[in-house]
């Protein structure tokens, strides 16, 4: 009896399975689409590209500058490739994209994603996707540029505070006294006072 009262709740779970399933095909193909939408997809590779150039680089590096000879020349790009092979058996395109389509899963609801992908599909949109990476540049140079008009500034600054903090290392907070005479000695070590005979 006890069986049998069970066995419609029993149905009605295993009967949401398939859905939940589909529910997670569906949130994925919605970061699938997040990376497309966005051009994730093409900044993802060209980075990918610029670190594969700079990993040959190093490589090549390591040869030295001096002419090799045929049998160096040929360590040499099979140690190129070697580190190509490995580098990007870790990092390629094919290996990170799974990995950042389950970061948008996990950071983004099914709803929230869809309320996303609606607006990058507006000409505003697009717009803001285009022009972001040009804002964040010009954001950083802006920033890098202030910093150095205050160099000068921020040298003075310091200047005055490591002077201070000197001054304040003597017990009065006074300047201190110059190194080498009997007033730059310790307390402890100055001969008493003595009174003048009479």
């Known amino acids: 009896m006890r069986f049998r009262s069970m066995l419609p709740f029993a149905l009605a779970a295993l009967a949401t399975l398939p859905m939940a399933h589909a529910d997670d095909a569906s949130h994925r193909a919605k970061a699938e ?109 802006l920033v890098q540029n202030r910093i150095k008009e205050l160099q000068p500034k921020l040298a003075t600054v310091t200047q005055d505070y490591v002077a201070k903090l000197k001054a304040a290392a003597t017990p009065s907070g006074g300047a201190a006294p110059a190194a080498g005479g009997p007033a730059g000695a310790p307390p402890s070590l100055k001969a008493p006072a003595t009174k003048p005979q009479q």
Request: overall charge negative; charged content about 20%.
């Open 33 to 141: 689409q997040m990376l497309a939408v966005t051009k994730s997809d093409t900044q993802m590779q060209t980075q990918l590209s610029a670190l594969e150039a700079r990993i040959n680089e190093l490589a090549k590096q390591q040869s030295g500058v001096a002419p090799l000879n045929t049998a160096q020349t040929k360590l040499t790009d099979d140690y190129q490739k070697q580190i190509n092979t490995i580098t990007m058996d870790e990092v390629g395109y094919e290996k990170i994209r799974p990995l950042i389509v389950q970061y948008y899963v996990d950071s983004f609801t099914e709803a929230e994603l869809d309320g996303i992908l609606a607006f990058y599909k507006t000409p505003a949109g697009q717009a803001l996707i285009t022009k972001t990476p040009d804002l964040a540049m010009k954001s950083t140079t």
